[in-house]
């Protein structure tokens, strides 16, 4: 079988990029310390891991934190963070016509992480996630980044037993039941093999986390959970479960977990197995998002009724019953006669827009007014 170190690698190969649609807003010289400035640069894909130019900050469902250079002081008191649905509308930029308008962001936050892999939006600024090699064990760990502004950053729960315990992957976060739920995958086991499986923690104010036990017949003993959301349906995070057995043999499900609160978890739905033996690319869902209407939307890769690999979409108006759209369409096959896989999707003005690649070396790009027809 694969080791969490396979599933690591695997991991690496995938690229997701993710942006705020807010202009960054001018900094007080003299609140905070001057942004270390760094090239320009045009994102494309990458073969090992997708990081992005993050921002973020931390949340609390008791405390505020605001962060000024390396030091934390509490703020002021805020509302615990409800699963509401978020806005379906934000002023965008005329990012195409300023193609200066972005720049790495080089801290001394950023040193040691090997990928960032989910932002989101809090009432109090901005929440990333993602994981690094870990320095004591050699095991990864997960990282917790923040930031008021998106140039000044601050890492959070360095130290936190729940972020560096054995094995550690955070691959999506979003605000919703105590304040912020971040998922992925990881093992309590400090050995040097482990079976990684899916993965919840949680945290109030985005510094103490709690991680969820292990239990197999919610979280299986083998996947990970690629993505989260909050929505009226509760907190919804998808991925895959893999089935135990023969190791050249990668038995995939699709799968969808429910919360209504973080803390208490369902599996609720599991697609059509099949073997992801062959593939090249990260197989079952990869993102998940939501119409106006409150159509789930998750994508990913799955195969097709030939046996190929294919870009995968599924929607559902409750989290607990999905449909996957037309497997054979054409719009989800390979144009190089590879594998295809939706690495991300998301609602704008015109619809729905997922991106992803074609065998690992092309981009590409699907639009879908409301989720159920697709064009590339």
Same mark, same amino acid.
């Given at each position: 079988m694969l080791t969490v170190d396979?599933?690591?690698r695997a991991a690496a190969t995938e690229v997701r990029e993710y942006t705020t649609? @807010?202009?960054l807003p001018e900094l007080d010289p003299t609140l905070r310390p001057a942004p270390e400035q760094g090239p320009t640069v045009r994102?494309?894909?990458v073969a090992l891991v997708a990081a992005a130019v993050i921002m973020l900050i931390a949340i609390g469902g008791v405390a505020l934190w605001t962060f000024t250079g390396d030091e934390e002081s509490v703020a002021t008191t805020v509302p615990p963070t409800t699963t509401t649905t978020p806005p379906t509308t934000t002023a965008v930029p005329d990012l195409i016509n300023l193609p200066d308008a972005w720049q790495r962001v080089?801290?001394?936050a950023m040193a040691s992480q090997f990928g960032l892999f989910d932002i989101t939006e809090t009432p109090s600024g901005l929440v990333a996630v993602g994981f690094d090699p870990g320095e004591q064990d050699s095991r990864q760990n997960g990282v917790v980044l923040a930031s008021s502004d998106g140039v000044n950053w601050n890492r959070l729960a360095g130290d936190d037993p729940a972020?560096?315990?054995?094995?550690v992957a955070l691959y999506g976060v979003t605000a919703g039941g105590p304040g912020l739920v971040a998922v992925g995958l990881g093992c309590d086991d400090v050995e040097e093999l482990c079976m990684?499986?899916?993965m919840v923690w949680t945290s109030t104010d985005g510094v103490a986390w709690s991680r969820s036990s292990e239990d197999p017949n919610v979280f299986g003993t083998w996947g990970g959970m690629e993505d989260v959301i909050s929505s009226e349906h509760g907190i919804v995070a998808v991925g895959n479960s893999f089935a135990e057995g023969d190791p050249q043999? @990668?038995?995939v499900r699709p799968t969808v977990w429910l919360s209504a609160d973080g803390a208490e978890w369902e599996r609720a739905w599991s697609g059509e197995e099949f073997d992801g033996a062959d593939a090249t690319l990260g197989t079952g869902f990869s993102s998940i998002t939501r119409n106006p209407d409150g159509l789930l939307v998750g994508v990913g890769m799955a195969t097709d009724s030939q046996g190929d690999f294919v870009a995968a979409v599924w929607t559902s108006t409750d989290g607990r019953t999905w449909e996957r759209i037309d497997p054979d369409s054409p719009a989800f096959a390979s144009q190089t006669d590879s594998d295809v896989v939706m690495q991300d999707v998301a609602w704008g003005p015109g619809g729905l827009v997922a991106v992803g690649t074609d065998g690992g070396a092309s981009v590409a790009i699907w639009h879908s007014p409301d989720g @159920?027809?697709?064009?590339?």
């Open positions: 396979d599933r690591l649609d @807010l202009p994102r494309g894909l080089e801290t001394s972020m560096n315990q054995g094995t990684a499986h899916p043999s @990668l038995l @159920l027809t697709w064009t590339r």
